[in-house]
């Protein structure tokens, strides 16, 4: 799995075709303690940069719970 950021803040999650074929396998992604440390700092680091790279008017906003996400 790679993270390819964009310099608007946006980003792909690019998964190599083994990781796609055990996603539709297994229904699931399954991180071990250790997997899970470092996707949890990658999206950690992605998320700092996000934030230096939105636009004011995507920075700003604010996520609830019941906040609709429209996939493009």
Not at 1 to 20: A, H, P, T, V
């Amino acid at each position: 799995m790679k993270f390819k950021q964009y310099l608007n803040g946006s980003c792909d999650i690019e998964f190599s075709l083994r990781e796609r074929w055990i996603i539709l396998k297994k229904g699931k992604i399954h991180f071990s303690d250790e997997a899970l440390r470092h996707f949890g700092n990658n999206l950690i680091k992605m998320v700092s940069e996000w934030n230096l790279k939105f636009k004011e008017e995507v920075a700003n906003k604010q996520t609830f719970t019941d906040t609709k996400i429209e996939p493009k």
